[in-house]
């Protein structure tokens, strides 16, 4: 069974960076696609950023294009978001997550596999 578990949030001024985790147990990165997600208080989880399995290629949410990286380190089963930038407005809880397909989606529907999310706090 797939199991991903998120580190690396925490607490950041305005224009800081911080580079979240994703360590994936139980598959690998050859059978699905994976994902960043984030929620923040009152608003829907939205897509931040995905890896393809099919092709190891990536897409962003606009909002974040430029100023975030997704990556994976295969040797280590373990996804990164690295995140330069950082506005007031990437406050959120981030989620790693495995979908069902090897094509990744902004579809928060597609992925079946979660993380338990990790607090990301950008202080203007």
């Known amino acids: 069974d797939v199991q991903l578990q998120a580190s690396g949030g925490g607490l950041v001024h305005a224009g800081g960076s911080l580079t979240l985790s994703c360590a994936v147990s139980g598959s690998t990165f050859d059978d699905y696609a994976i994902g960043w997600f984030r929620q923040a208080p009152g608003k829907e989880r939205e897509g931040v950023s995905y890896?393809?399995?099919?092709?190891?290629?990536?897409d962003y949410a606009d909002s974040v294009k430029g100023r975030f990286t997704i990556s994976r380190d295969r040797a280590k089963n373990t996804m990164y978001l690295q995140m330069n930038s950082l506005k007031a407005e990437d406050t959120a809880v981030y989620y790693c997550?495995?979908?069902?397909?090897?094509?990744?989606?902004?579809?928060?529907?597609?992925?079946?596999?979660w993380g338990q999310g990790t607090q990301v706090t950008v202080s203007s």
């Open positions: 890896i393809s399995s099919s092709d190891g290629s990536t």
């Open positions: 997550a495995a979908s069902r397909y090897a094509v990744g989606s902004s579809e928060a529907r597609h992925y079946t596999k």
